[in-house]
């Protein structure tokens, strides 16, 4: 769409002009250190090899025009080699989008930089048979918009990603969840799934809020709302 194209001249104003917030996970928010950002072409949702070179002159101008604010020393400035489809993490698997899902969104969980499963909003998980995944979160993510990030937010999200075409292969396999409580699910599978915990921490499978994309509906994309460390201006608490 052409407003994608507006929209991103700076790909989101580092993200759509995407302000720090405190992040409530240990989710490192390291490409946002970067100036410019090249994809690397490599598999969808992986990250994007970065330089210091700065965005000045004429760039920044444009960066600052697209963000609808000025520029300050606070923000963060990256340009990529094309503009991200969409705010929607589950509408999209290209890698120049993911690069924005990442600062906006959290997962279950995360590959560091050691390329070791970690947790992100998981504070611990275990294997309780072939087919069955139960997982803990951390109490008191914020999304933000200050409302608390919880098991239901999870439920929905692998289901909503279930539906999506562009992503739906990394989770079909979920057959179905369980919530316990707040804090606890259960994923359910219809057979044993061995990429399982790398699809968990794939940007297909970002937490979204459910009470604001079910009250909001595709309205909710064009200023969305997620736990990330970076947030979109204007949509914080």
Not at 4 to 14: E, N, P
Not at 227 to 235: L, N, Q, R, V
Request: proline share 3%; aromatic share 6%; with cysteine.
């Amino acid at each position: 769409m052409k407003k994608w194209g507006i929209f991103a001249a700076f790909t989101v104003a580092a993200a759509v002009g995407l302000t720090a917030c405190g992040s409530n996970t240990d989710t490192a928010a390291t490409a946002a250190v970067a100036t410019t950002a090249e994809a690397t072409g490599s598999a969808a949702g992986t990250t994007a090899e970065t330089s210091t070179a700065a965005a000045d002159g004429a760039g920044t101008d444009a960066a600052a025009k697209a963000a609808g604010g000025e520029v300050t020393k606070d923000d963060i400035i990256i340009a990529q080699k094309s503009d991200i489809s969409t705010l929607d993490p589950m509408g999209t698997n290209d890698t120049t989008s993911s690069v924005a899902h990442r600062h906006i969104y959290s997962h279950l969980l995360e590959v560091n930089e050691d390329a070791k499963i970690v947790g992100d909003l998981a504070e611990s998980w275990e294997q309780a048979s072939d087919t069955e995944w139960k997982f803990k979160l951390q109490e008191g993510v914020k999304f933000h918009d200050g409302s608390e990030l919880k098991a239901g937010d999870v439920k929905f999200s692998l289901e909503r990603a279930k539906e999506m075409p562009r992503v739906k292969q990394l989770v079909e396999q979920i057959e179905s969840i369980t919530v316990e409580d707040d804090y606890n699910l259960t994923l359910h599978l219809s057979e044993p799934y061995a990429l399982l915990l790398s699809a968990l921490s794939h940007t297909g499978t970002s937490i979204i809020p459910e009470a604001l994309v079910t009250a909001q509906g595709e309205a909710f994309w064009e200023n969305p709302v997620g736990s990330g460390p970076y947030e979109i201006p204007g949509m914080g608490s």
